[in-house]
């Protein structure tokens, strides 16, 4: 079956825009995650969605970034005015529950000029 | 705070060496444990896990990590590493949620 898709793969953009990045997780599978990958780093947890429940947004680094989850499957993480710290690598993540394996989609490289 | 740490950040072996990446974490209480690993520009793939039973666990391409309790660590290990090794590894630990580590870049010389 499909794994977890995101597009755009890369994205290029001036300080300042907004941006909007995709993720279509794997079909059944009811959580769904957003890291940031900086280079030199690790993983940075972003935010969580679980079914219909509240997402956890503990990770958001700003107000600048949001996400959503609409109707239980595709998830879009939205930066305004976007700043060069925010330039990473955004990957997703999707896993049949909170505490199972989670598989990752390729991510999408963001670059801010 | 809690945490996940691996303690080598780049590690660099020749090929038919031993490795060893350390992975130590703070939480209490039942944890599940992951290795995954990021080959050059491909993503994220899960290498091998541990929920609960014997904490020996063996993976894919000859990989296996040791899940000790007391020591709060799940190191990963490879007897015989090749250059197609070569990657970075992650080590996650699931308590109330999925934390990393900051990774460690394996580089093997052929």
């Known amino acids: 079956g499909a794994g977890v898709s995101q597009s755009p793969s890369n994205k290029v953009t001036e300080k300042g825009k907004d941006v909007e990045l995709r993720c279509d997780p794997i079909s059944g599978h009811t959580a769904l995650y957003w890291y940031r990958q900086s280079l030199g780093q690790g993983l940075e947890f972003l935010i969580y969605?679980?079914?219909?429940?509240?997402?956890?947004k503990s990770g958001l680094p700003s107000d600048r970034f949001s996400a959503e989850r609409t109707g239980g499957s595709v998830s879009t993480l939205t930066i305004q005015r976007t700043q060069q710290e925010d330039s990473a690598v955004y990957l997703c993540?999707?896993?049949?529950?909170?505490?199972?394996?989670?598989?990752f989609g390729p991510g999408t490289r963001l670059t801010v000029l | 705070a809690q945490s996940v740490s691996q303690h080598n950040h780049h590690v660099i072996l020749s090929e038919a060496a031993s490795l060893e990446l350390g992975c130590n974490y703070s939480y209490g209480g039942t944890v599940n444990l992951f290795w995954y690993v990021q080959y050059p520009g491909q993503h994220l793939q899960l290498l091998l896990k541990?929920?609960?039973?014997?904490?020996l666990v063996k993976g894919i391409k000859g990989f296996e990590a040791e899940f000790i309790k007391s020591k709060f660590s799940f190191n990963l290990r490879k007897p015989s590493v090749q250059w197609s090794d070569t990657a970075e590894y992650f080590c996650a630990v699931i308590h109330n949620d999925m934390r990393f580590g900051a990774g460690t870049r394996l580089t093997v010389k052929p």
């Open positions: 541990y929920f609960s039973g014997d904490p």
């Open positions: 969605f679980q079914g219909n429940s509240a997402p956890d």
């Open positions: 993540a999707s896993s049949l529950g909170k505490k199972d394996t989670q598989y």
